[in-house]
């Protein structure tokens, strides 16, 4: 089945530490993106790629990392520099970004706790 | 700037009952009003896509509507199921920029009770 699949569900980490989240692909799209969610807040964009190895920020970038080597992958690294990095993050895919009606295809997400 | 709005925030209906959940939207250069529906702790599932040249879609009991001029979406639910219990989230499509960027309503959490 094609689809995005993000790991891990639950990630818990130490303040000051760097963690990266994963998101991988199988349905040939072109476009990926990076979002948050939190409570009583609408989806808010981190990051979005187009094609591969090229990548925009979105919204709220600060303290966010990510890159675009494979059409298939677009990891989000979460770094000491994001002030509130306890969230839920989901990943999702179009065809092409261009494609303004072309729908969004989300993973599962995960939950990222910071203590 | 484009701010997305759905009220109310929680709405609880018995099992069978039609219903409406809201959208509004403060900019009507939009290509796109999608509706999506989240349930706990899970990503989002694209129900509705409505192009800006259209009023409605209908994919089997849902039917979305869209009225650029006064900046509003709602999406109907027919014969409404337990199973429909779920969050319900609509995101406005902007033109301008080279990227399908969709702002984001908070959503309505939808119970349907048995």
């Known amino acids: 089945d094609g689809g995005i699949t993000q790991s891990p569900k639950y990630l818990f980490r130490k303040e000051g530490q760097n963690v990266t989240l994963s998101c991988e692909q199988n349905?040939?799209?072109?476009?990926m993106y990076w979002y948050r969610q939190d409570p009583g807040q609408g989806l808010r964009l981190i990051y979005y790629?187009?094609?591969?190895?090229?990548?925009q920020k979105g919204d709220i970038a600060e303290g966010y990392s990510v890159s675009r080597e494979k059409k298939e992958s677009f990891p989000l690294t979460v770094t000491s520099a994001q002030k509130n990095p306890t969230a839920f993050y989901l990943c999702?895919?179009?065809?092409?970004?261009?494609?303004?009606?072309?729908?969004?295809?989300f993973g599962n997400g995960t939950r990222l706790t910071v203590t | 700037k484009q701010e997305v709005t759905q009220i109310p925030a929680a709405l609880s209906v018995p099992e069978g009952e039609n219903l409406v959940l809201n959208c509004s939207f403060t900019?009507?250069?939009?290509?796109?009003l999608q509706w999506f529906r989240q349930d706990p702790g899970k990503g989002l599932t694209s129900l509705l896509l409505?192009?800006?040249?259209?009023r409605e879609q209908t994919s089997g009991r849902l039917n979305a509507s869209l009225d650029k001029s006064s900046g509003r979406s709602t999406l109907y639910i027919a014969a409404s199921q337990p199973g429909d219990s779920a969050t319900y989230l609509c995101?406005?499509?902007?033109?301008?920029?080279?990227?399908?960027?969709?702002?984001f309503g908070t959503g309505t959490l939808l119970a349907v009770q048995p």
């Open positions: 409505i192009q800006s040249s259209q």
């Open positions: 995101a406005a499509t902007n033109y301008g920029g080279a990227t399908n960027k969709l702002i």
């Open positions: 900019d009507s250069a939009i290509y796109n």
């Open positions: 349905l040939n799209h072109d476009a």
């Open positions: 999702a895919s179009s065809i092409e970004a261009g494609r303004y009606n072309s729908p969004l295809h």
């Open positions: 790629s187009q094609i591969v190895n090229d990548f």
